[in-house]
Structure formats: structure tokens, C-alpha cells
């Protein structure tokens, strides 16, 4: 299937200091997929990330169609446990 970043997640991966390998690293390959609705899902990843080496949760809001999936956004954050699914 055909990976596909929106020019709102490009900007966001940029202002957030997050490079697009690991964007479509953690789209292609997260730990978890997590569904928000039909068609939407977040797909995340712990992963240490430069500068301080800080261990965050990257998540990457991605819509999926018959033809490509598109990712919408991306962001991390450090409340790890507060979004991890244990279940």
C-alpha cells in the first residue's frame, strides 16, 4: 500500500523536531494501531529521541482508502502511559 504524507503532517514533523524516516518508520511499523473510526487509526511507537535522548511516544494519525494511506499528523509526547493500550 502506498504511504502518503499530507503537507500538514510534513509541516508538524518539522515544527516538532520529529525527521519523516521516523514518521513513516513508526506508520509502516508501530507497536500498536489503535482505531479512532472507520477509516482512521493511530499507529504509535516508544522511541528514544534526539536531542536530550528522552524516551517519548511518537503517534501518527493515519487515514486509510482503497488506494494509499495518508498520514494526517504526527506528534509525541511524553505521557506514555496515559495513551498506551495495556489491553
Known sequence: M??????????EAARRGIEEATVRSVAQAPEQVLPLR????VRQSRMTLPPAGKLYLVRVVVDTGPDAEVIVTVYRTSKIDKYWSTS
Open 38 to 41: 472507520p477509516g482512521r487509526e
Open 2 to 11: 502506498r504511504l502518503v504524507l499530507s503537507d500538514h503532517a510534513r509541516f
